[in-house]
Antibody
């Protein structure tokens, strides 16, 4: 079955840029919308962005100025870049698939296990 | 921006009990745009319900969703030990595209 796996640094210094990758296995990255969602320690969930292999993207306005999301169909993966990191960006970062089918696009039906990113000098 | 408010913050029940979790949305939304997730410690969220009342693949029928307009509920008819977790509602909108409630923790009494 389709699985998602996040990869990237566990520690980032303040003001630096975070780069995360989500590898899709057991299926194709094509035709789906893919998202990043984060969860600060002990907090709720915050949607960051989504991307489609057509090039369509959408961002959370609260993060839009610092975020870029992209997809690489040749590597079957998608990526997140978050610039100017601060302690407030410390969180578990999840990659997720946006559900297609009846009532498409309205929920996330497949999630990676998450990767913890800490911002500290 | 639409705000989702979940209640109660914590719900203490026993296995076999019926659980009713609430999600209030700050403005009326179509029921097709509301989803529910379950998250256990150290795990990613799992989609339970989409379109307010449709169970996701593999979700037991003791989970049901309902509601309309601004008030939505997730009901677990008979709690199993594995159901004790945190539950989030989520809506699909315009800005931001997706937003989540703050969560309800369902704990064993």
């Amino acid at each position: 079955q389709v699985q998602l796996q996040e990869s990237g640094p566990g520690l980032v210094k303040p003001s630096e840029t975070l780069s995360l990758t989500c590898t899709v296995s057991g299926g194709s990255v094509r035709s789906y919308y893919w998202s990043w969602i984060r969860q600060a320690p002990g907090k709720g969930l915050e949607w960051i962005a989504y991307v489609h292999d057509s090039g369509t993207t959408d961002y959370n306005p609260s993060l839009k100025s610092r975020v870029t999301i992209s997809v690489d169909t040749s590597r079957n993966e998608f990526s997140l870049t978050l610039r100017s990191m601060t302690a407030a960006d410390t969180a578990v970062y999840y990659c997720a698939r946006v559900r297609l089918g009846d009532i498409s696009l309205t929920a996330f039906d497949l999630w990676g296990q998450g990767t913890m990113v800490t911002v500290s000098s | 921006e639409i705000v989702l408010t979940q209640s109660p913050g914590t719900l203490s029940l026993s296995p076999g009990d019926r659980a009713t979790l609430s999600c209030r949305v700050s403005q009326s939304v179509s029921s097709t745009l509301l989803a529910w997730y379950q998250q256990k410690p150290g795990q990613a969220p799992r989609l339970l319900i989409y379109g307010a009342s449709s169970r996701a693949t593999g979700i037991p029928d003791r989970f049901s969703g309902g509601g309309s307009g601004t008030d939505f509920t997730l009901t677990i008819s008979r709690l199993e030990p594995e159901d004790f977790a945190v539950y989030y509602c989520q809506q699909y909108g315009s800005s931001p595209r997706y937003s989540f409630g703050q969560g309800t923790k369902l704990e064993i009494k």
